[in-house]
């Protein structure tokens, strides 16, 4: 996608810190511009001085998203939703995104099991220890195991599973 788009190496040197899709602040100036409707020419004529088309970027965007970047999720989505009409602040934030990505393209998403507040308790009896001893007790399973669970069954209730063929 960064080569795609003339993007793969960055014009200012790149930062060890964690970098953010979109700033904070932007988030209140998203919804103060509203740009050219799509298909016009004024549409046109700002997709050539951006030198990208908005919604061929947010594609790409949403594919990285949803394969792989969830951290951009917010973002993009957000800035999905001014695909119709996007301002020159609206290109310019989705190219942040873009650039986001290029600066934090070898880091890695790091997994960890989090941290219970009273380890004393298994995870399945955590809520009820909390809320009420009246609660029904819950089964004893070993919390660092897979389970998963199947009904089988319930397509062979004829009567009350639904038709697919109409």
């Excluded at 930062?15 to 050219?36: E, F, M, N, R, W």
């Excluded at 190219?95 to 600066?103: D, F, G, P, Q």
């Excluded at 062979?156 to 639904?162: G, K, Q, V």
């Amino acid at each position: 996608m960064l080569t795609t788009h003339g993007w793969a190496t960055p014009s200012l040197p790149q930062s060890s810190k964690p970098t953010i899709p979109v700033p904070t602040d932007a988030v209140t100036t998203l919804y103060q511009h509203h740009g050219p409707a799509e298909g016009t020419s004024d549409h046109m004529a700002l997709t050539a001085k951006c030198g990208f088309a908005y919604r061929t970027l947010l594609g790409e965007l949403l594919y990285a998203y949803v394969t792989c970047r969830p951290d951009i999720g917010y973002a993009t989505i957000t800035l999905s939703k001014f695909s119709t009409c996007p301002h020159d602040h609206h290109f310019a934030l989705l190219k942040k995104v873009a650039e986001c990505l290029r600066a934090t393209k070898d880091w890695g998403i790091v997994y960890g099991k989090p941290i219970m507040r009273d380890p004393t308790l298994p995870p399945s009896n955590h809520v009820r220890a909390i809320l009420s001893t009246e609660l029904p007790s819950f089964p004893t399973t070993d919390s660092l195991k897979l389970v998963g669970y199947l009904d089988a069954a319930h397509a062979n209730d004829l009567r009350n599973r639904r038709s697919t063929t109409g």
